[in-house]
């Protein structure tokens, strides 16, 4: 979330979220806390993620998926210093960047 205030080029998915990020950054730890294995923070708070029908209100298409993936991998970078690891990261975070893609009947571009 630092990244997106900083970056010019995230304004478009930074305006997707609220101006005090405070929740968001809980709700983002909460939850790749247990995505990754560890104790299942959101699921305790909020219940089932059900990451693609809580963002359907916003439009994620090809541009807010690579501003939000430019966030995480700068993030990453910042934050996981085994480079093997980060690459799987990334990789594991890009599908479920590309699962959010509310854009057409069929993201991904399958038609």
Known sequence: YDLMDELP???????????????SREK???????????????????????????HLPVHIGPAERDQWMLCMRGALA?????????????????????HMRNDSPFPGGLQ
Not at 40 to 53: D, M, N, Q, T, W
Not at 82 to 94: K, P, V
């Open 78 to 98: 910042e934050t996981v210093a085994d480079e093997s690891l980060r690459r799987e990261l990334e990789q594991a975070i890009g599908r479920v960047a590309e």
């Open 28 to 54: 983002l730890y909460e939850f790749l806390s247990g995505w990754l294995g560890g104790p299942a923070l959101y699921i305790e708070k909020y219940g089932h993620p059900r990451l693609r029908a809580r």
């Open 9 to 23: 080029e995230t304004r478009t998915v930074r305006d997707m979220h609220p101006a005090d990020l405070t929740l």
